[in-house]
């Protein structure tokens, strides 16, 4: 009897070799700011990734704020995300390791084309956003504490200013993103600030407008974070290094500067990792 059972136990171990861990080993798990996959740039990045080496990829996306906090459960491998205020403190914290650059766009000051509060081409945002304070336009934030609304906040405080008022309203539902604030900011005929890649994807749906841009603090700079596998032991360390490596290797960034140029004229976002840097020149 007993050597009948350890026949059947051996027959299922061969029936069923390591199943479980391979299966774990072979699987990486994003929390991801949400504008990256939206746009496609994240889920094109990741089915390269996976055809190349057969590791599967799954993603999460929230607001920069929420995708952070979700990772601090050490229930995923890596987090992509931009507002260095809140990686530098997930990685003070010790949730997080190896944060790199690897790649950018930019912000802009987004509003109907008739400008009522005569912000057009003014080559400070922080002028522009005490501008419209003062002309009391309606204006529509974010208010999630997401990378785009981290960054709104920094220009407010670059203006010296704190809003409030009947003029200015946090969305409801901005939680949903960009895409969903830019639709909104739309249909209200109000200005918003809002990363360019989502106005590009939006720009034949909405009247809203760019009409300040360019200014050095509305750069968008978007990274990739190790979710630490001292603190979480079961985290895949060695395919998440592995993506992390390929993300700011020659592939991932030529992939990053080609991405949306033939649909929409410019690419959505620019290679941005040291490597690439250092080897272009910038």
């Known amino acids: 009897m007993k050597f009948s059972r350890m026949a059947s136990l051996v027959c299922l171990l061969c029936l069923f070799p390591f199943s479980i861990p391979a299966q774990a080993a072979d699987s990486l798990k994003i929390s991801s700011t949400i504008g990256p996959v ?3 740039i994240l889920p094109l990045l990741a089915d390269t990734f996976s055809q190349k080496t057969g590791i599967a990829i799954s993603m999460e996306k929230a607001g920069t704020g929420k995708t952070l906090k979700k990772a601090e459960s050490g229930t995923f491998d890596l987090v992509m995300v931009h507002a260095r205020k809140l990686e530098d403190a997930f990685v003070a914290a010790g949730f997080g390791v190896d944060r790199r650059d690897v790649m950018y766009n930019d912000f ?7 400008d009522p509060a005569g912000i057009k081409g003014m080559e400070s945002a922080a002028d522009a956003f005490a501008t419209i304070a003062k002309a009391g336009v309606p204006f529509v934030s974010r208010g999630d ?3 785009t609304h981290v960054k709104e906040m ?3 405080q670059a203006a010296g200013i704190q809003p ?3 003029w200015y309203e946090v969305y409801a539902d901005g939680a949903k993103g960009n895409k969903a604030t830019t639709l909104y ?3 209200k005929q109000a200005y918003t600030l809002m990363d360019r890649a989502t106005w590009l994807t939006l720009k034949d749906t909405v009247k809203v407008v760019p009409l300040v841009e360019n200014d050095p603090i509305m750069l968008n700079l978007i990274a990739i974070i190790r979710v630490n596998p001292d603190k979480f032991p079961q985290v895949h360390k060695d395919a998440a290094l592995k993506f992390a490596d390929w993300l700011v290797g020659d592939e ?9 140029k033939d649909k929409y004229g410019q690419p959505l976002f620019f290679p ?6 250092a080897k272009h020149g910038k």
Do not use: E, Y
């Not at 991932?252 to 949306?260: K, Y």
């Not at 941005?272 to 840097?277: H, L, R, T």
């Open 272 to 277: 941005n990792s040291d490597q690439w840097n």
């Open 38 to 40: 939206d746009a496609g």
């Open 252 to 260: 991932a960034q030529t992939i990053i500067r080609d991405f949306g």
């Open 185 to 187: 900011t739309d249909k």
């Open 145 to 147: 504490k997401s990378g």
């Open 154 to 156: 920094d220009i407010w």
């Open 164 to 166: 409030a008022g009947t």
């Open 108 to 114: 802009v000051i987004l509003g109907p084309a008739g």
